[in-house]
């Protein structure tokens, strides 16, 4: 029960009427910059940290908590009104959300994603309280050899269970460990990949690679392909919800959760999955079975829970073990870098008061969240027809302002547009960009913990593998590289049928 | 239609290239780094950039027998993406014009002038060509911004200037 008083110390710090406010003006701006077209909650996130570089931590996370959420509802908001969704979790929510919006049932498929955004929130971070104290206590023992394992998992993970191409993940991944390389390096003070450059011997900050293959690279892969006079967003008033409707839903909403939080716990790319089997999930248990694909709110209800429980899940790898299982956690990661603290097990010990305080403004923010995008949903709907000019020309100048604050240099806004080529040329030839992200900050760590196993062991190489942990999570990293062999060999084996 | 698909086919083989140079540049970096010091522990700065790069050269390959077998990368869709549209290099180099001006010049004439040129710039790259609203809105932003931040919020950005004069 230690967690509950931590708990409700952690509500002591997130009412003050000024963190109330922050967490406030945190849901909204979340939601207003998720709600626009084109950024998703990752793009979200990485341009408004800036926003936080003046608070001090606590402000500023309580501040940041209502940002993440704020931000991955207000994506739904765009798949539902308009179709083509710009970002992997929602695009599950636009099959049935928006056939509902065009038979003219916006309003219910907008309330049943709010609903259902809060079912999943506070479902997933009551599994926060539960399971990451637990996790942490259990982490705290683990070593060196653990860690480089994990990380090992993470990289092979991403590149391997999502995308298409296996070897175009890698050549991301390789991309981003190679950023990652630049500066100093940590346990000698080696320059690596400075080029001579007194600028680039700090390395290269997380935030501006994060702001310039996110935002840069897709304002100038948008330019490139600019659709002119796309679809008009549906109009919409107030959200709300029918008796029968209600009937139909809370059932996926308290199911979404379920499927969702451990989804996002561990390394398989956050919502993408979880989306899409509660969609399945629903359309095997719904009375109305025919009306999906034509707009059956139990296919939005579901997912959309699901993905704002997969939401918490990832946040608690990130704060328990500092691993980034999503490209947002990762911009998150590297906001708590920013304030140099280290997420890990330790950081439960070390900043009780920080991260309680963080994990009770998510109930905070949970609430808000429901409380004023119900009402503001139709302005939210206005912010759809904003002239494309003006929105990717905003998206830059805000990038702009983001980079440039990290450290107030002009070389880093050419750094920031020389990563916003890269992230153009890799939207354009397929690399995906989370792998990328992952070898930024994961990369510089994993290398640490494997020069430090390596120090114990006296440079033998047994010093990775010699604990139960990590080897079990190297059998499991075996598993999903052979995968792909097994199938085609099982393939050959039996020919036709 | 194919002729498109063919040019594009070939123009990924930069890709493997880029990886290539990469891996290349990660190597000679690496093998530059002296080992003669006083180093902690049995593994030096240098091994893992030798993996990478190592890596990047195996990847490299890897990706062009894949695009010379006919394999492609998938481009990204999105809200507002047309992929059966050409390349528009006109507005990515306005855009781009746009963004490198306020890199030169914010520490000439500060943001809030800097900034209003970058908003400008990339909405007219972008085929807005409201001669009044545009450079109402670029300004407005960019001085409401300014404010916010730098007295706001804490974040210091330069005045130049236009701020001095006040």
Same mark, same amino acid.
């Given at each position: 029960?230690? %967690?509950?008083?931590?708990?409700?110390?952690?509500?002591?710090?997130?009412?003050?009427?000024?963190?109330?406010?922050?967490?406030?003006?945190?849901?909204?701006?979340?939601?207003?910059?998720?709600?626009?077209?084109?950024?998703?909650?990752?793009?979200?996130?990485?341009?408004?940290?800036?926003?936080?570089?003046?608070?001090?931590?606590?402000?500023?996370?309580?501040?940041?908590?209502?940002?993440?959420? +704020?931000?991955?509802?207000?994506?739904?908001?765009?798949?539902?009104?308009? #179709?083509?969704?710009?970002?992997?979790?929602?695009?599950?929510?636009?099959?049935?959300?928006?056939?509902?919006?065009?038979?003219?049932?916006?309003?219910?498929?907008?309330?049943?994603?709010?609903?259902?955004?809060?079912?999943?929130?506070?479902?997933?971070?009551?599994?926060?309280?539960?399971?990451?104290?637990?996790?942490? %206590?259990?982490?705290?023992? !683990?070593?060196?050899?653990?860690?480089?394992?994990?990380?090992?998992?993470?990289?092979?993970?991403?590149?391997?269970?999502?995308?298409?191409?296996?070897?175009?993940?890698?050549? %991301?991944?390789?991309?981003?460990?190679?950023?990652?390389?630049?500066?100093?390096?940590?346990?000698?003070?080696?320059?690596?990949?400075?080029?001579?450059?007194?600028?680039?011997?700090?390395?290269?900050?997380?935030?501006?690679?994060?702001?310039?293959?996110?935002?840069?690279?897709?304002?100038?892969?948008?330019?490139?392909?600019?659709?002119?006079?796309?679809?008009?967003?549906?109009?919409?008033?107030?959200?709300?919800?029918?008796?029968?409707?209600?009937?139909?839903?809370?059932?996926?909403?308290?199911?979404?959760?379920?499927?969702?939080?451990?989804?996002?716990?561990?390394?398989?790319? +956050?919502?993408?999955?979880?989306?899409?089997?509660?969609?399945?999930?629903?359309?095997?248990?719904?009375?109305?079975?025919?009306?999906?694909?034509?707009?059956?709110?139990?296919?939005?209800?579901?997912?959309?829970?699901?993905?704002?429980?997969?939401?918490?899940?990832? @946040?608690?790898?990130?704060?328990?073990?500092?691993?980034?299982?999503?490209?947002?956690?990762?911009?998150?990661?590297?906001?708590?870098?920013?304030?140099?603290? &280290?997420?890990?097990?330790?950081?439960?010990?070390?900043?009780?008061?920080?991260?309680? +305080?963080?994990?009770?403004?998510?109930?905070?923010?949970?609430?808000?969240?429901?409380?004023?995008?119900?009402?503001?949903?139709?302005?939210?709907?206005?912010?759809?027809?904003?002239?494309?000019?003006?929105?990717?020309?905003?998206?830059?100048?805000?990038?702009?302002?983001?980079?440039?604050?990290?450290?107030?240099?002009?070389?880093?806004? !050419?750094?920031?547009?020389?990563?916003?080529?890269?992230?153009?040329?890799?939207?354009?030839?397929?690399?995906?960009?989370?792998?990328?992200?992952?070898?930024?900050?994961?990369?510089?760590?994993?290398?640490? &913990?494997?020069?430090?196993?390596?120090?114990?062991?006296?440079?033998?190489?047994?010093?990775?593998? #010699?604990?139960?942990?990590?080897?079990?999570?190297?059998?499991?990293?075996?598993?999903?590289?052979?995968?792909?062999?097994?199938?085609?060999?099982?393939?050959?084996? &039996?020919?036709?049928? | 239609?194919?002729?498109?698909?063919?040019?594009?086919?070939?123009?990924?083989?930069?890709?493997?290239?880029?990886?290539?140079?990469?891996?290349?540049?990660?190597?000679?970096?690496? !093998?530059?780094?002296?080992?003669?010091?006083? &180093?902690?522990?049995?593994?030096?700065?240098?091994?893992?950039?030798?993996?990478?790069?190592?890596?990047?050269?195996?990847?490299?390959?890897?990706?062009?027998?894949?695009?010379?077998?006919?394999?492609?990368?998938?481009?990204?869709?999105?809200?507002?993406?047309?992929? %059966?549209?050409?390349?528009?290099?006109?507005?990515?180099?306005?855009?781009?014009?746009?963004?490198?001006?306020?890199?030169?010049?914010?520490?000439?004439?500060?943001?809030?002038?800097?900034?209003?040129?970058?908003?400008?710039?990339?909405?007219?790259?972008?085929?807005?060509?409201?001669?009044?609203?545009?450079?109402?809105?670029?300004?407005?932003?960019?001085?409401?911004?300014?404010?916010?931040?730098?007295? @706001? @919020?804490?974040?210091?950005?330069?005045?130049?200037?236009?701020?001095?004069?006040?």
């Amino acid at each position: 029960m230690d %967690s509950l008083t931590h708990l409700i110390d952690g509500f002591g710090t997130a009412l003050t009427p000024t963190h109330l406010l922050l967490a406030a003006v945190g849901v909204l701006l979340g939601t207003f910059i998720g709600v626009l077209p084109g950024i998703g909650p990752a793009m979200a996130v990485a341009l408004l940290l800036p926003v936080t570089y003046g608070l001090d931590p606590t402000a500023a996370f309580i501040m940041f908590a209502g940002i993440y959420y +704020g931000g991955m509802f207000g994506g739904s908001t765009t798949s539902i009104l308009l #179709n083509t969704p710009g970002e992997s979790a929602a695009v599950v929510t636009a099959i049935e959300g928006n056939k509902m919006a065009k038979r003219g049932r916006g309003s219910q498929a907008l309330a049943a994603a709010a609903i259902g955004h809060f079912a999943g929130a506070m479902i997933g971070t009551v599994g926060i309280v539960l399971l990451a104290p637990v996790i942490a %206590s259990l982490a705290v023992d !683990i070593g060196a050899p653990d860690y480089f394992a994990v990380m090992i998992l993470a990289f092979i993970a991403v590149t391997s269970v999502l995308g298409k191409s296996r070897v175009r993940g890698f050549a %991301s991944l390789l991309i981003g460990l190679t950023i990652g390389l630049v500066g100093l390096d940590e346990m000698t003070g080696q320059s690596r990949l400075t080029l001579g450059s007194l600028e680039l011997a700090d390395g290269i900050d997380v935030v501006i690679v994060a702001v310039g293959l996110f935002a840069v690279g897709e304002s100038l892969w948008i330019a490139s392909r600019l659709r002119h006079g796309g679809d008009e967003p549906i109009p919409v008033g107030r959200p709300w919800l029918g008796r029968e409707d209600v009937r139909r839903t809370w059932k996926p909403w308290l199911r979404g959760p379920l499927i969702g939080f451990p989804f996002g716990a561990i390394p398989a790319g +956050g919502a993408e999955i979880p989306t899409f089997l509660s969609y399945v999930t629903e359309k095997k248990l719904s009375k109305h079975r025919d009306e999906f694909g034509t707009g059956a709110i139990e296919g939005v209800a579901g997912p959309e829970s699901a993905a704002s429980a997969s939401a918490s899940g990832t @946040l608690v790898t990130m704060l328990t073990l500092g691993l980034p299982t999503t490209a947002t956690a990762a911009v998150m990661l590297a906001a708590f870098q920013q304030y140099g603290i &280290q997420p890990g097990p330790l950081l439960f010990e070390r900043e009780a008061d920080l991260v309680w +305080g963080l994990i009770a403004s998510l109930f905070v923010g949970t609430v808000l969240l429901l409380v004023l995008n119900l009402p503001l949903a139709p302005v939210w709907a206005k912010l759809l027809k904003i002239p494309r000019p003006y929105l990717y020309a905003g998206i830059l100048f805000f990038a702009s302002v983001g980079a440039y604050a990290v450290s107030g240099q002009v070389v880093d806004l !050419i750094v920031l547009f020389v990563i916003g080529l890269l992230g153009f040329a890799m939207r354009r030839y397929g690399l995906p960009i989370l792998p990328a992200i992952i070898g930024v900050i994961l990369g510089p760590a994993a290398e640490l &913990q494997m020069r430090r196993a390596l120090q114990l062991s006296d440079g033998s190489l047994t010093g990775l593998v #010699n604990t139960t942990f990590s080897v079990t999570v190297y059998a499991i990293v075996v598993v999903i590289l052979a995968w792909p062999l097994v199938r085609r060999f099982r393939r050959t084996r &039996q020919p036709v049928g | 239609m194919t002729e498109t698909l063919e040019k594009k086919d070939r123009s990924e083989l930069g890709i493997c290239a880029l990886l290539a140079v990469l891996g290349v540049l990660v190597l000679a970096d690496a !093998i530059r780094i002296p080992t003669d010091f006083a &180093q902690r522990g049995p593994v030096g700065p240098k091994a893992v950039p030798i993996v990478v790069g190592v890596l990047l050269l195996v990847v490299a390959v890897l990706l062009a027998r894949d695009v010379l077998r006919g394999g492609r990368g998938e481009a990204e869709g999105g809200e507002d993406i047309d992929l %059966s549209a050409p390349s528009d290099w006109r507005t990515v180099l306005l855009l781009s014009a746009a963004f490198l001006a306020n890199a030169a010049l914010i520490g000439v004439v500060g943001f809030p002038i800097s900034g209003a040129i970058l908003f400008w710039g990339a909405a007219y790259a972008l085929g807005s060509r409201a001669l009044v609203r545009d450079p109402l809105i670029a300004a407005t932003m960019s001085i409401v911004t300014f404010v916010l931040f730098n007295n @706001l @919020l804490g974040v210091p950005l330069p005045g130049g200037p236009l701020m001095e004069a006040f």
